[in-house]
């Protein structure tokens, strides 16, 4: 993580998150693959009127000037930021995320003090890596009631990824079904018992898209049914391998952005000011991952404003939606392993065993 300010004495700054080296960094000698993050600047076909006009058409949307607003601010910020080394170019990474995943509903820990392998069972072909000090349950988030028993009473730190519905999402189900995960509606997630899994230091991350719809949902329907209040809103910003933004952002909501929205929020009976500092981060970026709904960790980010309890040393963390493994964190979902896939990874100095 690394923090971006324009002076010293300010007390706003921008994060910087590496979404690589975070998993490296928490990985030790097993090392995810650079091409999962070789996100390069769009090349412009200019003068090319044909192309032009084959650009999907939007119905009009809410104008947001804030977008154009906030491009001063952000640009500010990209000033602050040393340029990456200049990488060569690498032949495409193979798309093994996209390979069927039949993992069972099961579960499974590690407190090995090391890297472990995961054998797929069942018809899953796939070896998967676990994490030390990790714990998964390969289960629909939609069903949560039925483990709350396995799970601790509250979490310090717990981070969702709704698979909320869109429309690239049903574009990709009718192209090829395995690929497009299973869609909730705001009903489905306003039920997930996150209150049952929180305590008044809790924080809550929440991933959001950029639909004006999802957003008030969230605000006015989800953030109250789940019993929390909302400490800051912001931008998630992705940027090239060049640290450029993806793309400009736009004044028409309706369409794509180089952004999405991230919530933090806190247990309603939480004290009045209880997450405040959290506010001086203006904005997040990071190179995203090539992989859709590929996340950058949060942890290394949100740490420092965790109050723990005075003998403890590591924060308890929960992942609702997940789809890849972190130390000290307990993750639930669907396709809980499916970036866990040894083949999406290089390994340094490997001598561990296959269980």
Same mark, same amino acid.
């Given at each position: ?74 640009? $500010? ?10 990488? $060569?170019?690498?032949? !495409? ?43 998964f349950f390969?289960?629909?988030? %939609? ?33 090829? !079904? ?63 391998? %060049? ?31 209880? $997450? ?37 040393k590591e ?6 939606f997940a ?33």
């Open positions: 993580m690394l923090k971006l300010q324009k002076k010293t004495e300010d007390s706003k700054f921008a994060v910087f998150l590496d979404h690589r080296k975070l998993i490296n960094e928490s990985y030790g000698e097993f090392k995810i693959k650079s091409e999962l993050f070789q996100f390069h600047a769009k090349k412009t076909d200019q003068g090319n009127e044909e192309a032009k006009t084959r650009k999907r058409k939007r119905k009009a949307g809410v104008e947001d000037p804030s977008s154009l607003e906030d491009l001063h601010l952000v640009n $500010g910020y990209l000033e602050l930021l040393s340029m990456p080394p200049e990488l $060569g170019d690498s032949p !495409p990474i193979e798309r093994h995320w996209e390979d069927d995943y039949n993992v069972p509903q099961l579960h499974g820990a590690n407190e090995s003090g090391r890297m472990q392998r995961f054998l797929g069972v069942d018809g899953s072909r796939g070896v998967y890596l676990i994490p030390n000090q990790s714990r390969n289960h629909n988030v %939609d069903n949560l009631p039925a483990l709350l028993h396995q799970l601790l009473p509250a979490y310090d730190l717990i981070v969702l990824d709704p698979p909320w519905r869109n429309k690239y999402i049903r574009r990709i189900k009718r192209a090829k !079904p395995e690929l497009g995960y299973s869609m909730l509606s705001n009903e489905q997630l306003s039920h997930i018992p996150l209150s049952q899994l929180t305590h008044s230091r809790s924080l809550v991350a929440i991933w959001c898209t950029n639909s004006t719809l999802h957003q008030l949902a969230l605000e006015q329907q989800l953030l109250p049914r789940w019993n929390l209040r909302l400490l800051h809103k912001l931008r998630w910003y992705k940027l090239n391998i %060049d640290h450029e933004l993806i793309a400009p952002p736009q004044s028409d909501l309706t369409q794509k952005q180089p952004y999405e929205m991230l919530y933090v929020a806190c247990r309603s009976d939480a004290s009045e000011n209880y $997450g405040n500092d959290i506010q001086q981060t203006e904005l997040l970026f990071s190179v995203p991952s090539i992989v859709h709904s590929h996340k950058p960790p949060l942890l290394s980010w949100l740490r420092e404003y965790l109050l723990l309890d005075e003998d403890q924060p308890n963390c929960l992942e609702l789809r890849y493994l972190h130390p000290h964190f307990t993750s639930i979902g669907l396709e809980v392993l499916k970036l866990m896939d040894e083949r999406l990874y290089e390994v340094e100095h490997c001598n561990q065993e296959v269980n």
